[in-house]
Protein backbone atom coordinates (compact mmCIF):
# COMPACT_ATOMS: atom_id res chain seq x y z
CA UNK A 1 0.00 0.00 0.00
CA UNK A 2 1.06 3.49 -0.85
CA UNK A 3 0.82 6.90 0.07
CA UNK A 4 0.24 8.28 -3.64
CA UNK A 5 1.41 12.33 -4.69
CA UNK A 6 0.45 13.85 -7.79
CA UNK A 7 3.10 17.38 -8.26
CA UNK A 8 2.39 19.55 -10.36
CA UNK A 9 0.82 17.24 -12.39
CA UNK A 10 -0.91 18.09 -16.05
CA UNK A 11 -1.66 15.91 -19.28
CA UNK A 12 -2.15 17.14 -22.97
CA UNK A 13 -3.19 14.72 -25.48
CA UNK A 14 -1.65 17.33 -28.23
CA UNK A 15 1.73 17.28 -29.23
CA UNK A 16 2.48 21.16 -28.65
CA UNK A 17 0.01 21.98 -26.28
CA UNK A 18 -0.44 26.22 -26.23
CA UNK A 19 -3.46 27.04 -23.71
CA UNK A 20 -5.28 26.09 -20.51
CA UNK A 21 -7.71 24.80 -22.79
CA UNK A 22 -5.83 21.94 -24.65
CA UNK A 23 -4.89 20.19 -21.28
CA UNK A 24 -6.95 17.03 -20.80
CA UNK A 25 -5.75 17.63 -17.03
CA UNK A 26 -5.07 20.87 -15.75
CA UNK A 27 -2.14 21.06 -13.16
CA UNK A 28 -2.81 19.30 -10.46
CA UNK A 29 -1.42 18.71 -6.92
CA UNK A 30 -2.67 16.00 -4.44
CA UNK A 31 -1.89 13.49 -1.97
CA UNK A 32 -4.00 10.32 -1.57
CA UNK A 33 -3.86 9.12 1.72
CA UNK A 34 -2.35 5.54 2.26
CA UNK A 35 -5.26 2.94 2.83
CA UNK A 36 -7.75 5.26 2.44
CA UNK A 37 -10.77 4.75 -0.19
CA UNK A 38 -11.36 7.57 -2.90
CA UNK A 39 -14.55 8.12 -5.52
CA UNK A 40 -12.94 10.21 -8.37
CA UNK A 41 -16.45 11.81 -9.33
CA UNK A 42 -17.52 14.20 -12.55
CA UNK A 43 -19.21 14.04 -15.80
CA UNK A 44 -18.56 11.79 -18.71
CA UNK A 45 -15.29 13.49 -20.10
CA UNK A 46 -13.75 16.30 -17.28
CA UNK A 47 -10.38 13.67 -17.43
CA UNK A 48 -11.29 10.83 -14.80
CA UNK A 49 -9.33 8.10 -17.05
CA UNK A 50 -6.72 10.12 -18.26
CA UNK A 51 -5.84 10.81 -14.20
CA UNK A 52 -6.44 7.15 -13.10
CA UNK A 53 -3.98 6.02 -16.33
CA UNK A 54 -1.48 8.27 -15.38
CA UNK A 55 -1.55 6.89 -12.18
CA UNK A 56 -1.35 3.19 -13.16
CA UNK A 57 1.26 4.18 -16.25
CA UNK A 58 -0.38 3.09 -18.90
CA UNK A 59 -0.04 7.26 -20.18
CA UNK A 60 3.02 8.78 -19.16
CA UNK A 61 2.01 12.58 -18.14
CA UNK A 62 2.60 15.88 -20.12
CA UNK A 63 4.52 17.23 -16.96
CA UNK A 64 4.94 16.79 -13.34
CA UNK A 65 5.88 13.84 -11.03
CA UNK A 66 3.62 11.10 -9.29
CA UNK A 67 5.30 9.40 -6.24
CA UNK A 68 4.50 6.55 -4.12
CA UNK A 69 5.24 6.64 -0.40
CA UNK A 70 8.05 9.65 -1.38
CA UNK A 71 9.77 7.31 -4.41
CA UNK A 72 9.52 8.81 -7.78
CA UNK A 73 7.60 6.48 -9.80
CA UNK A 74 6.84 8.66 -12.91
CA UNK A 75 9.41 6.80 -15.17
CA UNK A 76 8.12 3.56 -14.33
CA UNK A 77 6.16 1.29 -16.44
CA UNK A 78 2.89 -0.14 -15.12
CA UNK A 79 3.83 -3.31 -14.13
CA UNK A 80 7.07 -2.16 -11.75
CA UNK A 81 4.07 0.22 -10.17
CA UNK A 82 2.64 -2.64 -8.54
CA UNK A 83 -1.11 -1.73 -9.23
CA UNK A 84 -4.19 -3.42 -9.76
CA UNK A 85 -6.54 -1.55 -12.41
CA UNK A 86 -10.15 -2.68 -13.03
CA UNK A 87 -11.93 -0.98 -16.20
CA UNK A 88 -15.40 -0.46 -17.09
CA UNK A 89 -15.57 -3.14 -19.83
CA UNK A 90 -14.39 -6.73 -18.73
CA UNK A 91 -10.34 -7.90 -19.61
CA UNK A 92 -10.26 -11.50 -19.33
CA UNK A 93 -8.86 -14.24 -20.84
CA UNK A 94 -11.39 -16.37 -22.68
CA UNK A 95 -9.90 -19.67 -23.08
CA UNK A 96 -8.91 -19.88 -19.37
CA UNK A 97 -11.11 -20.98 -17.13
CA UNK A 98 -12.81 -18.70 -14.48
CA UNK A 99 -9.94 -20.34 -11.59
CA UNK A 100 -7.57 -19.85 -13.89
CA UNK A 101 -8.53 -16.09 -14.82
CA UNK A 102 -8.92 -15.24 -10.84
CA UNK A 103 -5.36 -16.99 -10.07
CA UNK A 104 -3.19 -15.57 -13.09
CA UNK A 105 -2.13 -12.46 -11.24
CA UNK A 106 -0.66 -14.41 -8.11
CA UNK A 107 0.92 -17.20 -10.02
CA UNK A 108 2.53 -14.90 -12.77
CA UNK A 109 4.07 -13.26 -9.36
CA UNK A 110 4.94 -16.43 -8.23
CA UNK A 111 3.16 -17.01 -5.39
CA UNK A 112 2.43 -20.66 -3.78
CA UNK A 113 0.01 -23.13 -5.06
CA UNK A 114 -1.80 -23.69 -1.56
CA UNK A 115 -2.03 -19.74 -1.19
CA UNK A 116 -3.63 -19.27 -5.13
CA UNK A 117 -5.71 -22.19 -3.99
CA UNK A 118 -7.17 -20.29 -1.17
CA UNK A 119 -7.16 -16.83 -2.16
CA UNK A 120 -9.23 -17.54 -5.23
CA UNK A 121 -11.46 -19.27 -3.42
CA UNK A 122 -12.46 -16.03 -1.17
CA UNK A 123 -12.23 -14.16 -4.01
CA UNK A 124 -15.20 -16.62 -6.03
CA UNK A 125 -16.75 -16.30 -3.23
CA UNK A 126 -16.70 -12.46 -2.78
CA UNK A 127 -18.39 -11.98 -6.40
CA UNK A 128 -20.51 -15.01 -6.40
CA UNK A 129 -18.70 -17.73 -8.87
CA UNK A 130 -17.89 -20.03 -6.63
CA UNK A 131 -20.19 -22.53 -8.70
CA UNK A 132 -18.64 -21.67 -12.04
CA UNK A 133 -15.15 -21.84 -11.40
CA UNK A 134 -14.36 -24.90 -13.69
CA UNK A 135 -16.30 -22.79 -16.73
CA UNK A 136 -14.09 -21.29 -19.66
CA UNK A 137 -14.60 -17.46 -19.30
CA UNK A 138 -15.78 -17.92 -22.85
CA UNK A 139 -19.75 -17.67 -23.22
CA UNK A 140 -19.56 -16.07 -19.84
CA UNK A 141 -22.01 -13.05 -20.24
CA UNK A 142 -20.54 -9.50 -20.15
CA UNK A 143 -21.47 -9.47 -16.66
CA UNK A 144 -19.97 -12.43 -15.06
CA UNK A 145 -16.45 -11.56 -17.49
CA UNK A 146 -16.77 -8.36 -15.37
CA UNK A 147 -17.13 -9.76 -12.41
CA UNK A 148 -14.07 -11.97 -13.12
CA UNK A 149 -12.23 -8.48 -13.81
CA UNK A 150 -12.87 -7.26 -10.94
CA UNK A 151 -12.16 -10.24 -8.96
CA UNK A 152 -8.96 -10.10 -10.63
CA UNK A 153 -8.65 -6.42 -9.15
CA UNK A 154 -9.11 -7.60 -5.79
CA UNK A 155 -7.00 -10.97 -5.56
CA UNK A 156 -3.54 -9.78 -5.26
CA UNK A 157 -3.10 -8.17 -1.27
CA UNK A 158 0.84 -6.58 -2.02
CA UNK A 159 -0.70 -4.30 -4.54
CA UNK A 160 -0.12 -0.50 -3.42
CA UNK A 161 -3.11 0.64 -4.75
CA UNK A 162 -6.47 -0.60 -6.07
CA UNK A 163 -7.94 1.33 -8.91
CA UNK A 164 -11.13 1.03 -10.54
CA UNK A 165 -12.39 2.53 -13.86
CA UNK A 166 -16.67 2.91 -13.77
CA UNK A 167 -16.14 -1.00 -13.01
CA UNK A 168 -19.59 -1.76 -12.27
CA UNK A 169 -20.99 -0.02 -15.91
CA UNK A 170 -22.11 -3.25 -17.30
CA UNK A 171 -23.63 -5.24 -14.00
CA UNK A 172 -27.14 -5.31 -13.11
CA UNK A 173 -28.35 -2.82 -10.87
CA UNK A 174 -28.69 -5.30 -7.87
CA UNK A 175 -25.38 -6.87 -8.45
CA UNK A 176 -24.00 -3.47 -8.24
CA UNK A 177 -24.98 -2.67 -4.92
CA UNK A 178 -23.49 -6.01 -3.87
CA UNK A 179 -20.60 -5.49 -5.42
CA UNK A 180 -20.01 -2.05 -3.90
CA UNK A 181 -20.86 -3.27 -0.59
CA UNK A 182 -17.50 -6.17 -1.40
CA UNK A 183 -15.24 -3.66 -2.49
CA UNK A 184 -16.00 -1.50 0.97
CA UNK A 185 -15.73 -4.89 2.92
CA UNK A 186 -12.48 -5.16 1.14
CA UNK A 187 -11.20 -2.17 1.63
CA UNK A 188 -11.78 -2.75 5.56
CA UNK A 189 -10.14 -6.09 5.72
CA UNK A 190 -7.20 -4.98 3.88
CA UNK A 191 -6.81 -1.35 3.62
CA UNK A 192 -5.68 -0.62 0.93
CA UNK A 193 -5.31 2.62 -1.03
CA UNK A 194 -8.37 2.69 -3.74
CA UNK A 195 -9.57 5.42 -6.31
CA UNK A 196 -12.93 4.50 -7.21
CA UNK A 197 -14.10 6.45 -10.62
CA UNK A 198 -17.64 7.02 -11.32
CA UNK A 199 -20.01 9.42 -12.59
CA UNK A 200 -22.77 8.58 -10.89
CA UNK A 201 -23.05 10.74 -7.46
CA UNK A 202 -24.92 8.17 -4.96
CA UNK A 203 -22.11 5.44 -5.93
CA UNK A 204 -19.75 7.83 -5.21
CA UNK A 205 -20.90 8.79 -2.10
CA UNK A 206 -22.19 5.68 -0.63
CA UNK A 207 -18.93 4.02 -1.58
CA UNK A 208 -16.05 6.45 -0.28
CA UNK A 209 -14.69 8.17 2.44
CA UNK A 210 -13.52 11.19 0.67
CA UNK A 211 -14.69 12.32 -2.68
CA UNK A 212 -12.08 14.06 -5.02
CA UNK A 213 -15.06 15.95 -7.59
CA UNK A 214 -13.59 16.97 -11.21
CA UNK A 215 -14.47 19.20 -13.57
CA UNK A 216 -13.53 20.36 -16.79
CA UNK A 217 -9.80 18.91 -16.17
CA UNK A 218 -9.47 20.36 -12.61
CA UNK A 219 -9.96 18.45 -9.46
CA UNK A 220 -12.75 21.40 -8.12
CA UNK A 221 -12.84 19.45 -4.63
CA UNK A 222 -11.79 16.92 -2.38
CA UNK A 223 -14.21 16.43 1.02
CA UNK A 224 -16.55 14.52 2.57
CA UNK A 225 -19.87 13.80 1.48
CA UNK A 226 -21.21 15.84 4.30
CA UNK A 227 -18.37 18.90 3.00
CA UNK A 228 -19.39 18.34 -0.75
CA UNK A 229 -23.58 19.19 0.65
CA UNK A 230 -22.77 21.85 3.13
CA UNK A 231 -20.06 23.59 1.47
CA UNK A 232 -19.33 23.25 -2.05
CA UNK A 233 -16.36 24.89 -3.16
CA UNK A 234 -17.08 25.30 -6.53
CA UNK A 235 -20.88 25.90 -8.39
CA UNK A 236 -19.83 22.37 -10.22
CA UNK A 237 -20.14 20.67 -6.95
CA UNK A 238 -23.60 22.96 -5.94
CA UNK A 239 -25.25 21.32 -8.90
CA UNK A 240 -23.61 18.15 -10.09
CA UNK A 241 -24.28 16.50 -6.49
CA UNK A 242 -27.75 16.59 -4.99
CA UNK A 243 -31.40 15.75 -6.28
CA UNK A 244 -32.12 18.21 -7.54
CA UNK A 245 -28.31 20.73 -7.26
CA UNK A 246 -27.72 23.49 -5.41
CA UNK A 247 -29.60 26.85 -6.53
CA UNK A 248 -27.23 29.51 -7.94
CA UNK A 249 -28.91 32.75 -8.51
CA UNK A 250 -26.83 35.87 -9.77
CA UNK A 251 -26.48 38.17 -7.43
CA UNK A 252 -24.79 41.41 -5.69
CA UNK A 253 -23.42 41.14 -1.92
CA UNK A 254 -22.68 43.80 0.71
CA UNK A 255 -21.37 42.22 3.91
CA UNK A 256 -24.31 39.95 5.39
CA UNK A 257 -27.04 40.78 2.71
CA UNK A 258 -27.22 39.84 -0.84
CA UNK A 259 -29.33 41.67 -3.04
CA UNK A 260 -31.09 39.24 -5.75
CA UNK A 261 -33.36 41.37 -8.72
CA UNK A 262 -34.29 44.43 -5.99
CA UNK A 263 -34.65 41.72 -2.93
CA UNK A 264 -32.47 41.64 -0.11
CA UNK A 265 -31.30 38.26 1.45
CA UNK A 266 -29.95 37.41 4.63
CA UNK A 267 -26.44 35.67 4.89
CA UNK A 268 -25.14 33.41 7.72
CA UNK A 269 -22.04 35.48 7.41
CA UNK A 270 -19.83 38.82 6.52
CA UNK A 271 -18.81 38.02 3.06
CA UNK A 272 -17.48 41.90 2.42
CA UNK A 273 -17.30 42.98 -1.37
CA UNK A 274 -16.85 40.10 -3.22
CA UNK A 275 -16.26 40.65 -7.29
CA UNK A 276 -16.29 39.48 -10.31
CA UNK A 277 -20.05 37.53 -11.21
CA UNK A 278 -21.25 36.79 -8.10
CA UNK A 279 -23.77 34.23 -7.22
CA UNK A 280 -25.49 33.03 -3.91
CA UNK A 281 -26.54 28.51 -3.59
CA UNK A 282 -28.70 27.53 -1.33
CA UNK A 283 -29.70 23.58 -1.26
CA UNK A 284 -33.38 23.12 -2.04
CA UNK A 285 -33.62 21.40 1.50
CA UNK A 286 -32.50 24.48 2.83
CA UNK A 287 -35.96 26.26 0.64
CA UNK A 288 -38.86 26.93 2.64
CA UNK A 289 -42.51 28.17 1.49
CA UNK A 290 -42.84 31.76 2.90
CA UNK A 291 -45.29 32.76 5.09
CA UNK A 292 -47.01 36.20 4.30
CA UNK A 293 -44.56 38.59 2.86
CA UNK A 294 -41.14 37.94 2.91
CA UNK A 295 -38.49 35.95 1.21
CA UNK A 296 -37.95 35.79 -2.50
CA UNK A 297 -40.90 35.89 -5.30
CA UNK A 298 -40.49 33.83 -7.55
CA UNK A 299 -43.00 31.34 -10.00
CA UNK A 300 -44.11 28.28 -9.44
CA UNK A 301 -43.67 25.39 -11.90
CA UNK A 302 -44.32 22.70 -10.93
CA UNK A 303 -44.56 20.34 -8.01
CA UNK A 304 -43.01 16.19 -8.03
CA UNK A 305 -43.89 14.07 -5.67
CA UNK A 306 -40.89 11.79 -4.96
CA UNK A 307 -42.77 9.40 -2.61
CA UNK A 308 -39.98 10.93 0.58
CA UNK A 309 -40.63 14.06 -0.31
CA UNK A 310 -42.05 16.88 -2.69
CA UNK A 311 -39.62 18.87 -4.96
CA UNK A 312 -41.12 22.00 -5.52
CA UNK A 313 -39.76 23.45 -8.64
CA UNK A 314 -39.70 27.50 -9.31
CA UNK A 315 -38.22 30.38 -11.23
CA UNK A 316 -36.87 33.44 -10.35
CA UNK A 317 -36.31 35.79 -13.44
CA UNK A 318 -35.65 32.67 -15.64
CA UNK A 319 -33.11 30.89 -13.07
CA UNK A 320 -34.63 27.71 -11.20
CA UNK A 321 -35.32 27.86 -7.65
CA UNK A 322 -36.26 24.46 -6.20
CA UNK A 323 -36.94 23.48 -3.01
CA UNK A 324 -37.84 20.47 -0.87
CA UNK A 325 -40.68 19.86 1.74
CA UNK A 326 -41.73 16.99 3.28
CA UNK A 327 -44.50 14.30 1.95
CA UNK A 328 -47.31 15.55 3.47
CA UNK A 329 -46.59 19.13 2.89
CA UNK A 330 -49.31 21.45 0.78
CA UNK A 331 -48.04 23.25 -1.30
CA UNK A 332 -50.63 26.39 -2.63
CA UNK A 333 -51.34 26.55 -5.86
CA UNK A 334 -50.14 30.28 -5.61
CA UNK A 335 -47.25 30.34 -3.69
CA UNK A 336 -45.32 33.62 -4.92
CA UNK A 337 -42.15 33.45 -2.59
CA UNK A 338 -39.62 31.39 -1.24
CA UNK A 339 -37.24 32.07 1.85
CA UNK A 340 -33.57 30.52 2.28
CA UNK A 341 -32.19 29.50 5.71
CA UNK A 342 -29.01 32.35 5.72
CA UNK A 343 -26.64 29.92 7.53
CA UNK A 344 -27.09 27.62 4.43
CA UNK A 345 -26.37 29.91 1.79
CA UNK A 346 -22.71 29.93 0.19
CA UNK A 347 -21.38 33.33 -1.79
CA UNK A 348 -19.48 32.43 -5.12
CA UNK A 349 -16.97 34.82 -7.08
CA UNK A 350 -16.31 33.23 -10.42
CA UNK A 351 -17.87 29.66 -9.34
CA UNK A 352 -15.67 29.70 -6.26
CA UNK A 353 -16.77 29.70 -2.87
CA UNK A 354 -16.23 32.91 -1.10
CA UNK A 355 -14.93 32.43 2.47
CA UNK A 356 -16.99 34.46 5.18
CA UNK A 357 -15.28 37.20 6.70
CA UNK A 358 -16.83 36.21 10.50
CA UNK A 359 -20.36 34.49 11.23
CA UNK A 360 -23.07 36.80 12.28
CA UNK A 361 -22.50 37.57 16.20
CA UNK A 362 -18.82 36.05 15.93
CA UNK A 363 -15.88 38.54 16.50
CA UNK A 364 -13.57 38.39 13.15
P1 LIG B 1 -13.51 10.70 -18.43
O1 LIG B 1 -12.82 9.43 -18.05
O2 LIG B 1 -13.75 11.62 -17.26
O3 LIG B 1 -14.76 10.49 -19.21
P2 LIG B 1 -11.22 11.11 -20.17
O4 LIG B 1 -10.05 11.18 -19.26
O5 LIG B 1 -11.44 9.84 -20.91
O6 LIG B 1 -12.53 11.55 -19.39
O7 LIG B 1 -11.09 12.26 -21.25
C1 LIG B 1 -10.74 13.59 -20.92
C2 LIG B 1 -10.59 14.40 -22.20
O8 LIG B 1 -9.48 13.92 -22.94
C3 LIG B 1 -11.78 14.31 -23.14
O9 LIG B 1 -11.96 15.55 -23.76
C4 LIG B 1 -11.35 13.26 -24.14
O10 LIG B 1 -11.98 13.47 -25.39
C5 LIG B 1 -9.86 13.48 -24.23
N1 LIG B 1 -9.13 12.22 -24.53
C6 LIG B 1 -9.19 11.07 -23.82
N2 LIG B 1 -8.37 10.13 -24.34
C7 LIG B 1 -7.78 10.69 -25.41
C8 LIG B 1 -6.83 10.24 -26.38
N3 LIG B 1 -6.30 9.02 -26.32
N4 LIG B 1 -6.45 11.13 -27.33
C9 LIG B 1 -6.95 12.37 -27.37
N5 LIG B 1 -7.85 12.85 -26.51
C10 LIG B 1 -8.26 12.05 -25.54
MG1 LIG C 1 -13.42 7.44 -18.36
Known amino acids: MAKITLDNLAHSYLPNPGGEDDYALKELNHVWGDGEAYALLGASGCGKSTLLNIISGLLHPSRGRILFNDQDVTGQVTAERNIAQVFQFPVVYDTMSVRDNLAFPLRNRGAKPAYVAERVQAIAKMIGMEDVLGRKARGLTADAKQKISLGRGMVREDVNALLFDEPLTVIDPHMKWELRTQLKALHHEFGHTMIYVTHDQTEALTFADKVVVMHDGRVVQVGTP ?3 FERPEHTFV ?16 EGATAIVGGTEIPL ?4 GRPEGRVQIGVRPEFVTMAEGAGGLAVRLKRVEDVGRHKIIRCDFEGQAVNAIAPEGAEVPADLSRVVFDPAAVNVYSDDWRVAPLSRKGVAA
Open 268 to 271: GADY
Open 238 to 253: GYFIGSPGMNLLDARV
Open 226 to 228: EEL
